[in-house]
């Protein structure tokens, strides 16, 4: 019983940024983790990054990791993804999901809400 609601997603030239935000509603107080994946035409789902609610560092993928941020607000609850430097290869469908355990893994069968995704394509 969990709600999210991805947005922010756009077209933007290689090199430049986008912020993408995860609006969450509902019974949020059963989840612990929320994470970011991203999904290419052809490819499988891949872990972005994730941030409990109660704190300690983010952790990101390797593909990522240098370029993009993930933070939180507590009191709207909602995350955001800020997306530096991007390149071609950023180019997917992310989501945003939820998890009501405090999974560090970066497989999605340990998340139980997902958004509809938002697109995110990135020009040369």
């Known amino acids: 019983q969990v709600q999210l609601v991805e947005s922010g997603g756009g077209l933007v030239q290689a090199g430049g940024s986008l912020r993408l935000s995860c609006a969450a509603s509902?019974?949020?107080?059963?989840?612990?983790?929320m994470g970011w994946f991203r999904q290419a035409p052809g490819k499988e789902r891949e872990f972005v990054g994730r941030?409990?609610?109660?704190?300690?560092?983010?952790s990101y993928a390797d593909s990522v990791k240098g370029r993009f941020t993930i933070s939180r607000d507590n009191a709207k609850a909602t995350v955001y993804l800020q997306m530096n430097t991007l390149k071609p290869e950023d180019t997917a469908v992310y989501y945003c999901?939820?998890?009501?355990?405090?999974?560090?893994?970066?497989?999605?069968?340990?998340?139980?809400?997902w958004g509809r995704g938002t697109q995110v394509t990135v020009s040369s």
């Open positions: 999901a939820a998890g009501d355990s405090f999974t560090t893994s970066g497989s999605p069968r340990f998340y139980n809400y």
């Open positions: 941030i409990r609610w109660s704190g300690g560092a983010p």
């Open positions: 509902g019974r949020t107080f059963t989840t612990h983790t």
